[in-house]
């Protein structure tokens, strides 16, 4: 065999290999991003997100940010559940907006968590037609954006978010973001 053939040999070697490690590595890290990013409770992420069209893995990033997949979670305010509604929202959606008296107990059911935190996200983007300011809203109050952050064009100019005065809150969107995308990512491209 000729010193020509030896190298051809020895770099195809080398490329399939390299090739083989990346491919390996590459299901290695998407491996361990769905064990980081689970997909649970999938039919009431299904049948909310068709109902009120708000995108599966917008949904699963606001779960994950909020409660980590803990339907039992409550916030030192006070947030319950899988999607950490407070009570004072949780009764405004239920009486003002899908007209229900529902228990605050219900809370902790994460079909009940699931559908009026959907149903939150849905009522927000409707509102902002901004999915960040949506979720700014989300986690600092519908309030404090529509009637403190809108009107300041130092928060948001031309319906996009410059800045979020809130720490917390602009900590929040970005986790929230961050998740999505990596939803989007490894289970709904």
Not at 76 to 97: N, R, S
Not at 107 to 127: A, C, H, M, Q, W
Request: glycine residues 6%; proline residues 4%.
């Amino acid at each position: 065999m000729g010193k020509g053939l030896k190298n051809t040999i020895a770099i195809i070697t080398i490329i399939i290999i390299s090739v083989s490690l990346g491919y390996v590595c590459d299901r290695i890290i998407i491996s361990l991003e769905k064990r980081s990013h689970p997909i649970r409770f999938e039919e009431p992420v299904g049948k909310y997100s068709r109902q009120y069209g708000v995108p599966e893995e917008i949904i699963y990033g606001v779960i994950k940010a909020e409660s980590g997949f803990d339907s039992a979670a409550v916030s030192p305010k006070g947030a319950v559940g899988l999607m950490q509604i407070t009570p004072d929202t949780f009764d405004w959606l239920t009486k003002y907006q899908i007209r229900e008296n529902l228990s605050q107990g219900l809370l902790y059911d994460p079909e009940t968590n699931i559908k009026y935190g959907v149903f939150f996200l849905s009522y927000l983007y409707r509102e902002f037609e901004n999915w960040d300011i949506a979720f700014a809203a989300y986690n600092a109050g519908l309030n404090r954006v529509k009637n403190n952050w809108l009107n300041n064009p130092e928060y948001i100019k031309d319906n996009e978010i410059v800045y979020i005065p809130i720490e917390e809150t602009r900590n929040y969107v970005q986790r929230v973001k961050k998740n999505t995308e990596t939803y989007k990512k490894l289970y709904f491209n």
